[in-house]
């Protein structure tokens, strides 16, 4: 059996989050006392859990549980909303619908941020299911979120779903779970990182996306 359902990562994939997620950072390390992140810290937020982004800033794990709660606090109050959509993905998700493939969302953004967020973006019906995170640290990791959509979309057989993502982080849930890994350019992650995390292919274009899933289902 080939290809028969197809998942997505969120931020990096779907929609550019940067903008909300690198100010909800810089709210709260100024919060507690800290300067902007810089560049090259802001690369482990997109993709990993809050746990590893504010990890690479301070290794106290109270003090990391305090950063994340005033994220949240600001990331909430409308930095959730901050973020656009890549081109060619309305499009994509239509086309693949129509080809008869089943749709979810598998991210390790939190669940309550997850899907009012995919609403916003007036693409929740193009999707069966959207799953997040409902903890942080090992509760948020790639793997627990799409061991968690197969349970619910009831498939017992991983070669048969496709992860797609920007990141690393996916293409090791996706070989944790036994499920195919596509890696997309547009996002965070670079290309070294993705072939190293197992991607099938890259693509730099969701219209090259329906291509390789054709001869696979």
Avoid at 34 to 46: G, K, L, N, R, V
Avoid at 113 to 139: K, N, Y
Wanted: net charge negative.
């Amino acid at each position: 059996m080939g290809i028969t359902t197809v998942l997505f990562d969120l931020d990096g994939t779907l929609i550019d989050s940067s903008p909300g997620i690198r100010r909800c950072v810089d709210e709260s390390l100024a919060h507690h006392g800290f300067p902007a992140i810089t560049d090259e810290q802001f690369s482990s937020f997109i993709g990993p859990p809050l746990t590893t982004g504010f990890g690479f800033v301070v290794s106290d794990e109270s003090l990391i549980e305090s950063f994340i709660t005033v994220y949240r606090e600001h990331y909430g109050a409308g930095g959730m909303y901050e973020y656009s959509m890549y081109d060619g993905i309305p499009e994509l998700l239509t086309r693949l619908n129509d080809a008869g493939f089943r749709l979810a969302v598998a991210t390790s953004k939190r669940t309550a941020f997850a899907r009012p967020i995919i609403d916003h973006a007036g693409i929740a019906s193009q999707f069966e299911l959207v799953v997040g995170s409902e903890r942080d640290g090992a509760g948020a990791e790639k793997p627990v979120v799409i061991r968690s959509v197969l349970e619910q979309l009831t498939i017992d057989d991983p070669s048969t779903v496709v992860m797609i993502g920007d990141r690393e982080h996916d293409g090791y849930g996706a070989a944790a779970t036994g499920t195919d890994f596509i890696g997309v350019s547009w996002g965070f992650g670079t290309d070294l990182e993705l072939r190293e995390a197992g991607a099938r292919e890259l693509v730099a274009h969701p219209s090259e996306i329906e291509g390789l899933l054709t001869p696979y289902s």
